[in-house]
């Protein structure tokens, strides 16, 4: 059964974290600046590598489970300890600043899905979803 949960639990939160690194850095081929301005980095912790930045204990985490399965995660940032959301460190976001809302909002960032999940597009396209499983979660 798939649920949806908020994670607040500090492993639950290095399991996203390492879904995190699994999904940008290793599927998606990411390289980030060293001197970016979210402090996005890889540690390595419990023999795992995981991508954290200065928003990890700021923000509001959520998971999707298979059973006890971390399948997928999210996560919802206030703003940093100069009342700037993340996206104000960068260019475009410095154009955004003065729509922004300082109160009562928070910006959703990262978000990763198991590379061992997959949505079938067809299905996407007749407006019926469809979450399949690879054979090694079955």
């Not at 290095?14 to 301005?37: H, M, R, T």
């Not at 206030?78 to 109160?103: C, H, M, Q, W």
Request: aromatic share 10%; proline share 4%.
């Amino acid at each position: 059964m798939i649920t949806t949960e908020i994670i607040d639990n500090p492993d639950l939160i290095e399991d996203a974290c390492a879904l995190l690194y699994e999904s940008y850095i290793e599927q998606g081929k990411w390289v980030f600046s060293k001197n970016n301005p979210s402090g996005i980095h890889v540690e390595t912790k419990n023999g795992r590598k995981l991508l954290v930045d200065k928003f990890i204990d700021n923000a509001r985490w959520f998971g999707v489970f298979d059973k006890d399965r971390l399948i997928g995660c999210a996560r919802l940032c206030g703003t940093d300890g100069s009342n700037k959301y993340e996206v104000e460190g960068y260019p475009a976001g410095r154009t955004i600043r003065e729509f922004l809302p300082r109160v009562n909002c928070m910006e959703m960032g990262k978000v990763a899905v198991s590379p061992y999940v997959r949505i079938d597009v067809a299905s996407i396209n007749s407006h019926q979803p469809y979450w399949g499983r690879s054979k090694d979660m079955q």
